[in-house]
């Protein structure tokens, strides 16, 4: 959900900045969303087990506020590490202040990974709500 999350955002906010600046960036879009698709999904898999740890040591947190709290700030903090090291490696980061739009990423990205970890808790709600459902008797007998 986290991935979906990210792909989905940034399909939208490429779209929105191709059609405000630059008439025929559609191939542009593509590319680049591809791009921010494939390093994403990479960097979900990677995350993973950091995730996994995460959610066993808040595992008796109680609330979900917490959770999604926590959540967003893991995928904030390692994405704005990913980002700043991609602006340093891309050459990316010279010649132009980078933290504002870096921080902005950053915390959209740990918008997607709150959003990731909320998916779960409705997960979960929606199974126990069906297997109360199912144990309930049946008032036809």
């Known amino acids: 959900m986290t991935w979906i999350c990210f792909v989905l ?7 929105i900045g191709s059609t405000a600046t630059v008439e025929g960036a559609g ?4 590319f680049v969303v591809l791009g ?13 087990p950091i995730a996994w740890l995460v959610g066993r040591w808040m595992g008796n947190v109680p609330g979900v506020l917490p959770h999604v709290t926590v959540f967003w700030l893991l995928g904030a ?4 590490i990913a980002l700043l090291l991609l602006s340093s490696v891309t050459g990316a980061a010279q010649g132009a202040d980078q ?18 970890r ?10 126990a709500r069906r297997r109360r459902r ?3 008797p049946s008032t036809s007998s």
């Open 77 to 80: 903090v390692t994405s704005g």
């Open 118 to 127: 909320g998916s779960v808790f409705v997960s979960e709600w929606r199974y």
């Open 99 to 116: 933290a504002g739009p870096v921080l902005a990423a950053a915390a959209v990205c740990g918008v997607c990974s709150a959003v990731g």
């Open 27 to 30: 191939g542009l879009l593509v």
């Open 36 to 48: 921010a698709a494939a390093i994403s999904f990479a960097l979900v898999w990677l995350g993973a």
């Open 9 to 15: 955002v940034t399909a939208v906010v490429m779209f």
């Open 134 to 136: 199912r144990e309930l």
